[in-house]
C-alpha cells in the first residue's frame, strides 16, 4: 500500500498524543498525578497538540477536506467514521481535565474522573484507529490479530516516553515514570517483533489463481494489463518495497524506536539529574521517529489483493 | 445519520439530437448511431438495424469521440517551408493550396501523366480515387491492397471469383467445424466477433490455426501453434490425408469446379497445360459413359479419372488427376509437414479426420429447392458443415498466394464453398474467374492530355494483358502487372516510393497521397523510406521525388513529408460512400452499400479530400468532370457526385432507391433524393438475395437472375471453381518461351517456377539460402482489437490501452538465450536492427516472436507528448523490414514479395535476438522529433470529457 | 447509507461475463468509458491524455491471463468491473454514507455529493473496482449503468449496461441473480459460473462463466487410406460419381 505521508504522520502523532493522554488519565483517576504546576497542564497541551495536529494532517489526503465533518456520520459500520467520533468526544473529558488543572490546579473528584474519561477515549481512539486497517480484508498484512495490540503498545510507549522527557525536564524526581516507560518499550518491542515475524510466514490466502477463478487450469500469469500505464489502483495499492530495503528499515526501526530510548533512559535514570532530562529529550522524539519508519512499513509492506489482478502471485 | 440515496434517473434521453451514419474508426463500417447535446457528441452507439455490426460497436469505434475532437487534427492547409520531414510549414488558403495542386498536376498531365502516382492507404473511396487517376491519364495508381491481403483477394478471385477478407464469410449459423488461419482481427471486426459468438453458443468447433494464441485463438477449442509461412504445407498434408482416404465430394468437384476439364498433356509444347476446348472454346471433359472427350455440357456426366486421346490426336486428363498427383507427392506428407509445421503428426491426421466426418457423416440441408442456370431444378440444398476463413497470417507471405490457393483447393475437395455450412460469398460476387477487368497502362492507354483508356488495376489471364514495354521493362512505377508481380491486383504501394526514388523504371514528378502513413508504419524499411522521401539530386539539389501532396485528417508522421498538405475532414464532418464498387458491406444474404454523412461542420478550414478531388480534376479539366461548356460537372462536388455520376448508364456508386422514382435497386437512372433516401434508411441500403439463391451461387440461377438485376452480373453463367488454374499456366508457358508475349530471360525462372496451375508450397523467401545470415526466429506483428494501425494513438481512450508493446517471446526461447522478463533485447535482421523490451509467454510458437502492430509513435507527430510510451517504449518492426530481396546472380533485386501478386511479405521476417545490456529504457531506432504545424492547439493536461453533459441532465431532474 | 440492505430476497442485477467467449477485445471496457463519460458519474477524468502515463478513470478494465503451461495452457481474457457484492466492506467502511448499496436492486453505488474522497472503500475493496477520480476529488465505480436500465427514454432492448449492449461476440449478459428463474441464473447454473475470492466472503453479485475445458484429443484418430497410390485413389474417388 501507497504510504501516504499525512496517514503515518496522523496515525504516529496521534497516537504518541492519544498515549500521553491516555497515561496523564490513568494517573489522574488512580491519584497518581505529580502535583508540579506545569507537568501535568504541559504535558496534556503537547499530548493535544499531538492529537490536534495528527487529525489534521490526516485530512491532507482527503479529496474534500472541506467535508470531513461528514466522516462521523457512519459509526454504526465505519471504523474510520467510529474513529472521528471517539475522537472528537475524547475532546471533551480531555478539555475539562485540561481546565480543572490550568484553571482551578485541580485532578481529583470530578476533574480526575474527567481525565479518567479521556484516558478511555484515548484508548479507543487509538483502538478504532487499529480496527481501520485490522478489518480490511484485501490486505492479509493489515487483517490479523497483531495490529491491534501494535497500535496500542506504541502509542502506550511513545505517550511514556514522551511523559518521562517532560517529567525530567520539570525535575520531578519520580523515576518511577521512568520506570514505566522503559517497561513499556518491552511489549511493544516484543509485539512488532512478532507482527513482522507474522508477516514474513504468512501469505494471504487469496491467490492469483482465486482473484482470476482460473487456478483449476493452472498457475496464472499476467500477459497484457488492461492499461499500458499506471492507474490509481496501482499508484494507491502496487506500492513495493525491496526485501533489503525493508529489512534495512526494520532495524532502524527498531533500533531508533526501542533498544536506544530503553538505553538512554535506564542511563539517565542511574545517572540520574540533568542527564535524565537530556538523554530522555533524545529518547522520546527518537523513538517517535522510530516508529514513524515502523509506520511507513507497516503501509509500504502490505500487499492488496488488486494487485493479484496485475500479476502479483499472491497478496 | 441516513444518507440520501439519490434518485434513480428514470427517464432521461441522452442527447437532444441523433443522426445515424457509419463509423470509420476502422474499415470495417458499422452502421452508428451519433447523439448529439447541444451541438457535442455525447454518445456513439451501434446501430441495431445495420447489416454489419447489428448494434454493437468494437472498442475504437467506441473512442469515436476523442478521435472526433483528437488535438492532432489538422486544421488548415499547409505548404512546407523547413526541409522535408522538419515539420516547418506556414499555413496556406485553400485558394493557394488547389492553385499550386493545379500547377504541378497541370504540367504533368500536358506531358506524361504517368509522372503522377496517385497511391490511396486506409481510404474507402477508391470507386472515386482509382476513376479519378484513369481520368486524370495515369496507371500509377493503387490503394493498400498490394501490401495488405492482395494475396487473398488474387487467390480467391482466379480461384473461387470470391475470396476470403470481406468478400465472404463462413456460413455462421450452420456450419459445425471453424477453421481459422492467421487471422487476429481482420476487416471485418465485428461481423467476424458476432459469428464467433454464434458458433460458441451453438457449440461448434473452432480450430485456430496461429502462432500466437490470443484473441480469437484464444478461445478457439483447438489452437494450433503452426510455425510462420508453413500454412501451405498443413494444408496439402490434410487435403493428402483426405484424398488417400477418399473422403473428398466428388459430386462437388465434377459439379462446381473445374477438375474434370482436360488439361493437354503436351511436355514443351506450346499447349501444354491448357484446357482441352471446342471451336467455341467451351472445355472438354471426358465422358464416363462414352469415354470420349465431350464439351462440357449438363447432359454429360464427365469423369474425374482416366486419360483420353483427343480428336486431333493429342494426350488430355482431367485436371483432377494433376491435382491428386501433386497432392500425393512425398513432399505433402503428413510426417513432412508435422516437421516444417510443428504441428504433431498424428494432430494433422486427427483435424482430417475431424474435417472428413463433420463434412461427410451429417450433411447440412437446407429444405430450400433452387434451380442451377441449367435449369435443373433441386428440392434442397445440401452442404457440408465444414468452414474456413483466413487472412493476413496466410497472406502476408511470399508463399501467400499459393496457400491461399491450397486453402480452397481443401474448400472444394470438401464441397465446403457456397454450400450450406460452408464459405459463402457476398454479392457482388462471385464474378467470373478471373473477373473480365483487364489493367491498363500500355503505351496505346496513356496520352498526354488524355485519360487512361481503361481502369488502373484489374485482373490478367494471360500476358498480353501484361503492362510492360516490348523489353519487357515495367510500365507502372510500383512494376505491377510487370513479370515482377503479373498478378498484382492491388498494385505495390510497398515499392513506389522506392522506385519513384531510384528512378527505376523511371522518375515521376508528384507523389499524391492519401490516408497512409507512408514515413512509418505503413511502409517496410521506415527509416530507408524517410531518407528516400528527403534524398536530393546531387546535381540540382532538387529532391528526387520533386513533389508529394498528402492529404490527412491528422498530424501523422507522413505528413510532415508532404510539400503540400491539404487537411481533410474527420469522418463525422463529410459526405462518404462505401460503394459496390469498392469493398462491399453486403453479407451472403445480401448486397450492401451505406453512406457516411456530416454529423457535425468542421470548426476548422478543412475539408473533405473528395471534395478536393473533384474540384481538382474540374480545374484540370478531366473529362468525366467537366461539362461540354467546360463548366465543372459536379459543382456540388461529392455528394453531388455520389449521385449523378454513372459509370455504366444506370449504375452509380450507390445502389440503392435509383431511378428517377428511386423505385430502383442496382441499377436505374440517378435519383436527385437518393441521399435523403440513405439518410432515411440509416444510411445504408441492403437488397436480400431470394431465398432460393443464397447457396450454390455460382451456378444458381435464382442467385444469378436476381444478381444480373442489381447490375453485379453481365448474364446467367456457370462459374466453375478454378482448382486447376489456366491463367497460371498461360504464364508459365510464356516464362517457358512460349506465346506471343515471352518472360525475358532474366524473369523466367521465376516465372515457370511460381506460376503453377495447381497450389504448391515453398518455403518464404527469406528461409531460402539465397537470404545471407544466421537469424533463427520468425518475427511478426499482430492487429490490437482495441487499436487501429497508427491513427489510434492520438486518441486519449484508446492509447491507455496499448501505449507501449513489448516483444513476445516463449519461455523455453529466452530460457535458451539467457533472457528474462522485462529484460531489454536487441532484435535484428539482416537488414536493421531494433532494441525493446520483452515479455515470456507461453501461448506462442517458440520460433516465434511477436508485437502488436504500429504501436510506435515519432516524437512530435500527433500532437502527443514528445515523452510519451508511444515514443520511449514502442516500437516498429518495419525497420527490419527490407522492401527488397537479397540480389540475384546478376544483382537484380526483386520486391520482397509473393512472386505472383506482389503482396508484401510482412511476415517473412527472420531475426535474431541477443540480450541487451542493463538500464535500458527507451526503444531504438529513435528519430530526430518533427515540429508541430502551427495552430495546432494545446494538449490538455486534463480531461473531463462529458462533465457537461451531466451538469446539463442534472439541471432538468 | 452504509446499513447494507437485509432484504435478501430483493433483486440482485448483476453481470455474467463468459470468459470461454471473450477475446479480449476491450469494447465492454471503452463503451462503458463512452457512455458513463457524460452519465450519472461524468466525467470519467483522464489525468495527462496526451502526454507520457496516462491515467483514466475507467469503470471496466479488461486484463488478458495464461493460465498454465504447455498443452494444458489457456489465454483467457478476463473483464474486471464492479461485482455489486451482497456484503461489501466498500460500502461498511464508508465513514460518510457516500457509498452505498441500493435495497432494490443490490446496485452499489457512490453519492459523490457526500464523499470526502477518503479511499477507504478503494482499500475495502478486494477487485478494484473502485476508481478515485484525482480531479474531483470523489470515488467513482461501475454504476451498473442505472442510467440506461431504468430509463424509459431508451426502448426497452437498449436498456441494458452499456458493456452488455456492445459486445461484439455476446459474452457479456445482464439480469436479475437474485432470481433463480431468469436468465442469467439459468446460464451461471448451467456453465458452472463463479465468483473470484470467494474466500474474501463478499459474495459478489456478478458470476463469471469459467472457460469451457477442452475434450482430451484421442491420438489415434485417423483417416483409414481406401486406395495405396495415385491411380487407385483417381479410380476410386471417380468410382465415387456413380454411386
Ligand atoms: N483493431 C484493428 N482492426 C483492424 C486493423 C487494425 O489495425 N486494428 N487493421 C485492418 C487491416 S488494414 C487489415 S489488413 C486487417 C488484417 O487483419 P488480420 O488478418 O487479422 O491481420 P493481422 O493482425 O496482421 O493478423 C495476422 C495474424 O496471423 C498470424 N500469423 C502470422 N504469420 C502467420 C502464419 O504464417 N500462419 C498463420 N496461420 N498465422 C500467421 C498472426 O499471429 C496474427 O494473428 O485488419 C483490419 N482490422
Ligand atoms: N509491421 C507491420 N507493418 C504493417 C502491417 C503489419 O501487419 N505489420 N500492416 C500493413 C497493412 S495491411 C496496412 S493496411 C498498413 C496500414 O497503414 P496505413 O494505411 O498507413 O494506415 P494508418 O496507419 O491507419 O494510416 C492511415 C493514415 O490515414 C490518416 N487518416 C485517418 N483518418 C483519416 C481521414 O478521415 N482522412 C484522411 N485524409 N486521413 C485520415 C491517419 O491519420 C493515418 O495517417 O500498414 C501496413 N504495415
Ligand atoms: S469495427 Fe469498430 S471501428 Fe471498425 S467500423 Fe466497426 S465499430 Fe467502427
Ligand atoms: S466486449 Fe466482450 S469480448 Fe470484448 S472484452 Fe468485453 S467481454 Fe470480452
Ligand atoms: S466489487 Fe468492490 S466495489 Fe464492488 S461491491 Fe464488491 S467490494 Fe464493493
Ligand atoms: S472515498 Fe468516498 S465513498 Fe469511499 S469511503 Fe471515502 S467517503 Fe466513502
Ligand atoms: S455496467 Fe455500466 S458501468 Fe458497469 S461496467 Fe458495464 S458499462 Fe460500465
Ligand atoms: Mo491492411
Redesign the interface.
Known sequence: MHPALSVILFTTASGAGYGMLFWLGTFSITNTLPSDRFFAPVSLALALAAISGGLISSTFHLGHPERAWRAISQWRSSWLSREGLVALATYVPAGLFGIGLVVFHRSDGFWAACGGLAAVGAFSSVVCTAYIYRSLKPVQRWANAWVVPNYLALAAMTGGLWLTALAATFGIGRPAIGWLAVILVLPAAVLKLGYWRYIDRTTSTSTAETATGLGSIGAVTMLDPPHTSDNYLLKEMGFRVARRHASRLRRISFVTAFVLPVLLIVGGLYVGGTSLIILSLIAAPLSTFGVLIERWLFFAEAKHTVMLYYGAARA | ??????P???????GDRVVETTCYMCACRCGIKVHL?DGRI?????N?EHPV?R?????????G?MQHYS?ARLSRPLRRIGPRGSGEFREISWGEALDTACTWLGDIRRTDPRRLAFFTGRDQSQALTGWWASQFGTPNYAAHGGFCSVNMAAAGMYTIGGSFWEFGEPDWDHTKYFLLFGVAEDHD??PL??G??KL??RGAKIVSVNPV???????A??WLGIRPGTDGLFVMALAQ????????D??YL?TYTNAPWLVIRNPDGPDDGLFARDEQGKPLVLD?HGGRALPLDPSV?P????ECRLADGRIAVPA??LM??RC?EPCYSVDNAAAATGISA??I??I???L?AAAFDAPVVIEQPWTDVAGRRHERMVGRGVSMHAMRGISAHSNGFHTCRALHLLQMLLGAIETPGGFRIRPPFPQPIPPRTRPSGRTDQIGPDRPLAGTPLGYPASPEDLLVDADGTPRRIDKAFSWEAPFAAHGMFHMVIHNAWKGDPYRVDTLLMFMANAAWNTSMNTAGTMAMLTDRDPGSQEYRIPHIIYSDAYYSEMVAYADLVLPDTTYLERWDCISLLDRPISNADGAADAIRQPVLAPDRDVRPFQDVLIELGARLGLPGLIGEDGSPRYPGLYADYLVNHERRPGVGLLAGWRGADGQRSGTGGPNASQLDAYVENGCFWRAEIPLAGRYFKHINRDYQQWAVAMGFLERTEAMALQLYSEPLQRFRLAAQGHGKVQAPEAHRERVAAYFDPLPLWYPPFEETPDSPGDFPLHAITQRP??MYHSWGS?N?????????NRLYIH?ATAAKLGIVDDDWVHVSSRHGAITVQV?L???VNPDTVWTWNAIAKRRGAW???P???ET?RAFLINHLIDELLPAKAGGYRYSNSDPVTGQAAWYDLRVKLEKAAVGMSVCTPQFARVKLPPDMPE?????????E??AEAEKTP | MTDLPTNSAAKKLGLVIDLDTCVGCHACAVHCKEWNSGGVAAPLTDIAPYDADPDGVWFNRVHSYEAGRGAAGRTVHFPRSCHHCETPACVTVCPTGASYKRAEDGIVLVNEDLCIGCKLCSWACPYGAREYDYDSGVMKKCTMCIDRIYNDAFAVEDRVPACVATCPVGARHFGDLGDPDSDVSKLVEARGGYAPMPELDYKPVNRYLPPRPRPAQATDTALVPAEPDTPGILGWIDRMLSR
Request: with cysteine; hydrophobic share 45%.
Open positions: 445519520m441516513a444518507a440520501i440515496e439519490p434513480t434517473p428514470a427517464s432521461r434521453p441522452i447535446a455525447r454518445y456513439i452507439e451501434g441495431r455490426n448494434g454493437v460497436l468494437c472498442a475504437k469505434g467506441s473512442a469521440i488535438p471486426s465485428n466477433k458476432i464467433l459468438g460458441k453458443a494464441r490470443t484473441g480469437y485463438s484464444a478461445i477449442d483447438e490425408e483426405l484424398l488417400r482416404a477418399g473422403k473428398v466428388a459430386e465434377a464416363r456426366s469423369a474425374l479419372a482416366g483432377f488427376a491428386v498427383a500425393l498424428a494432430t491426421r486427427r482430417a479426420a475431424e472428413a482489437m482495441a492520438q486519449a481512450w484508446l492509447r491507455q490501452i496499448h501505449g507501449e519461455h515479455r509467454m507461453d501461448g500532437n502527443i507528448a515523452d510519451a510510451g520511449q494538449r490538455p493536461s486534463v480531461l473531463r470529457y462529458g462533465a453533459f451531466r
